[in-house]
């Protein structure tokens, strides 16, 4: 089990980034770990991400952390309204920073520093809106096997 490596302290790290991301954007970030990853890992972030119901958001501007770790697979993903808007280098900037903490163990740092730099792009292109913004997919962190 994932849960094995994060514990319950570097979830609350992980979830409160995310909580703080959204804080000043409309866009939507999970964070789903699993140990092992089948295949090509942007296929299996895609598969996450719909069975997450990511695609399902208003704006379409919902980011996957996904993580395999002991097959050391990690993929950052973001819907179609992202990716319409956001500059070549931004998945890439990401996923370096996170993998540099993974290098470490650092897993939960890693994954708090990406999605506050992703809350960070999202907060420029779709800001919160207090007069109707839904909190639409949950901030908890989902576990494969």
Same mark, same amino acid.
């Given at each position: ?49 719909? #069975? &997450?119901?990511? *695609? ?5 501007? @919902?980011? /996957? ?55 960070? #792009? &999202?907060?420029? *292109? ?5 007069? @109707?913004? /839904? ?11």
């Amino acid at each position: 089990m994932p849960k094995d490596t994060i514990t319950e302290s570097d979830e609350k790290v992980i979830m409160e980034a995310i909580q703080e991301a959204e804080r000043n954007t409309s866009g939507e970030i999970r964070v789903h770990i699993e140990n092992n990853c089948e295949g090509d890992v942007l296929d299996r972030a895609t598969e996450v991400f719909a #069975q &997450l119901h990511m *695609h399902l958001t208003k704006q379409r501007n @919902g980011v /996957l952390f996904y993580v395999a770790i002991k097959d050391h697979q990690f993929a950052v993903l973001g819907d179609a309204g992202i990716n319409a808007i956001v500059p070549d280098h931004f998945w890439e900037d990401i996923t370096a920073e996170v993998i540099s903490h993974f290098k470490k163990q650092e897993y939960a740092a890693g994954l708090a520093k990406g999605v506050i730099m992703a809350g960070e #792009q &999202l907060k420029s *292109h779709f800001p919160y809106d207090d007069k @109707g913004d /839904l909190n639409e997919l949950s901030d908890d962190i989902s576990f494969g096997k």
